[in-house]
């Protein structure tokens, strides 16, 4: 009972924390979807960070720690590459969105290119991957609620009331309350994921080195890379596409929106390194639990952390980890609710519907837009099975494939047309959604490779093929100076 | 400028070091190896985009964001 008192008591703060964010914020688009481009290092810091701490890396992290071992690494390593990346690509990003008064990732592109289509386009692909993952954030969510209550509450009835209050603070105060909510959930996350890192081994096994040696004793070869499937072929290739795809998740992408100003990028791009180092404790906890609650397979690798701590502490700390949780579920939610109800009010509906309609029409379409696909992100939580599963691996590789037409955007003279942009960006998804719905693998592609090739991530294919387009359709679509373009291709 | 070239070296390290070090034993701070290598790069990191930031012309005082500063000084 204990337990579910404190959950509930963290969930009502959330709201409350959330409501009141809008507090002498008169709420127009830019104020609600990206803060009046006001926050600090402070807000940007956390909005950046709240990307890593989500359910997936509290649940997943742990769970894949649990499962499969050394793979796990690569968690840690990703982001790290993204940062030093940032450092480079977001301050020219921000310049652009400022000067031209951006709200959206979509509105980049279809600026940087003069293409409404392209920006339509691209929002598609944006909603698209982030319904997937907001149902992510539901389902752990009744995961949490479902273990830690000790059944008390049931998954259904958690993710109902979870989806209600990140809903009703979403209209109220958009990214300013999910700005107030990282805040909260990343202090009480630090603090758990540190305690859980370092008690959860010394108490189990008497020390990290102790803990690491009883691993590697009952299963050689687990802390390792192994030499074929995910070994270090994998390892290197998943991490670069990952890094290059870090920040093209149009919720990351808005949120360097909100920053005041440039330098605050480059100041996170040494600072959000260490931050991450957190990630470390969750898989100490993951790995902890490998002896000590062994057999879970499949999808229950990811309750590893809570069946560890169910057996380890009282009903009052499972209630506080329990409530940690949940946070790490509706903090990215509702960052991923701004984000895709700015989406479709100010990409789809704006860009295909109703072009001349003003802000106060889209800030009334975005917010009416934000139970609906709560509603349709609870619906699949409740009836999508393993399908979801397929679509939110998609979801990676779909924003990665936005990443060369950034890329190119940012320099000095984009030789990339709008139709190679397009043309580019639909092949590479075309590629992810047919691999990863037929569960392709390199090997079976191309089996004339070196077995080392084999392991390579196939999100590479896709995005290797996207270059070519792009490369090939920009060649052709070329504006030849004092000649109208004679092979602009219809779109 | 040679100082941005820095950012190389933890994509080499990460990318490149890692088959080399693919090994349980010897544990360091109580990891395994080659956790342990992957740790070492992302504290580099931090360090590396230190440096950089600090001689980054882009970053001198233009004046623009001096209340920014106090936010996390």
């Given at each position: 009972m204990s337990a579910l008192v404190i959950i509930a008591a963290i969930t009502l703060v959330a709201l409350w924390l959330g409501m009141r964010?809008?507090?002498?914020?008169?709420?127009?688009l830019e104020q609600w979807s990206v803060g009046g481009r006001s926050f600090g290092t402070a807000f940007v810091f956390l909005l950046m960070a709240g990307e890593i701490y989500t359910t997936f890396t509290f649940l997943g992290g742990s769970g894949f720690a649990y499962g499969k071992g050394a793979p796990v690494y690569y968690i840690l390593a990703y982001a790290t590459l993204a940062y030093i990346i940032s450092y480079w690509m977001l301050p020219p990003i921000w310049r652009y969105a400022k000067s031209h008064r951006l709200m959206s990732q979509p509105h980049f592109f279809s600026r940087k290119y003069a293409s409404p289509s392209l920006g339509v386009l691209i929002a598609l692909v944006d909603v698209a991957a982030l319904i997937p993952y907001l149902v992510l954030q539901f389902k752990g969510l009744g995961i949490i609620v479902a273990i830690a209550s000790y059944g008390a509450i049931a998954s259904t009835t958690a993710i109902w009331i979870g989806a209600v209050v990140v809903t009703a603070y979403v209209i109220v105060s958009g990214v300013r309350g999910c700005a107030w909510n990282s805040a909260l959930k990343d202090v009480m996350i630090l603090a758990i994921a540190l305690f859980l890192g370092i008690y959860l081994p010394i108490h189990h096994y008497g020390g990290l080195g102790e803990m690491f040696r009883a691993i590697d004793a009952a299963k050689p070869g687990f802390l390792t890379f192994a030499p074929r499937g995910q070994g270090i072929v994998w390892f290197q290739s998943t991490v670069l596409l990952t890094a290059l795809g870090f920040f093209m998740w149009p919720h990351t992408f808005a949120s360097s929106y909100t920053a005041r100003n440039e330098r605050i990028f480059r100041r996170n791009a040494f600072l959000l390194p260490l931050y991450q180092l957190i990630l470390l404790f969750v898989f100490f906890c993951g790995f902890a639990a490998v002896l000590k609650v062994p057999g879970l397979t499949g999808g229950n690798i990811d309750l590893s952390l809570f069946k560890l701590s169910l057996m380890t502490f009282d009903p009052w700390f499972v209630g506080v980890i329990g409530a940690a949780g949940v946070l790490t579920a509706l903090v990215p939610g509702s960052m991923i609710l701004t984000t895709a109800s700015t989406l479709i009010a100010n990409d789809i509906y704006r860009g295909?519907?109703?072009?001349?309609?003003?802000d106060a029409k889209v800030a009334r379409i975005a917010r009416f837009v934000v139970p609906v696909i709560a509603l349709v992100a609870v619906g699949f939580t409740l009836n999508g099975g393993e399908t979801i599963v397929a679509l939110l691996l998609m979801g990676y590789n779909f924003v990665t494939q936005l990443f060369p037409a950034l890329i190119c955007s940012l320099a000095p003279r984009n030789r990339v047309t709008k139709q190679g942009a397009f043309c580019g960006i639909v092949a590479g998804v075309v590629v992810v959604a047919a691999t990863t719905l037929m569960h392709t693998s390199i090997g079976q592609l191309l089996p004339f490779l070196p077995d080392a090739l084999?392991?390579?991530?196939?999100?590479f294919v896709a995005l290797a093929v996207n270059v070519v387009v792009l490369a090939l359709v920009s060649a052709l679509t070329q504006p030849r100076a004092g000649e109208a373009p004679t092979h602009a291709n219809a779109h | 400028m040679s100082v941005r070239l820095l950012a190389a070296l933890p994509f080499i390290g990460i990318l490149v070091g890692v088959p080399f070090v693919n090994r349980t034993e010897p544990l360091v701070l109580g990891m395994p190896l080659v956790l342990a290598w992957i740790v070492m790069w992302v504290v580099l990191t931090s360090a590396i985009m230190g440096i950089v930031y600090l001689f980054d012309?882009?970053?001198?005082?233009?004046?623009?964001?001096a209340a920014d500063v106090e936010v996390r000084s």
């Open positions: 964010a809008r507090r002498g914020h008169d709420m127009n295909v519907l109703a072009r001349d309609a003003d084999k392991d390579v991530n196939i999100g | 012309p882009a970053n001198r005082d233009d004046g623009a964001d």
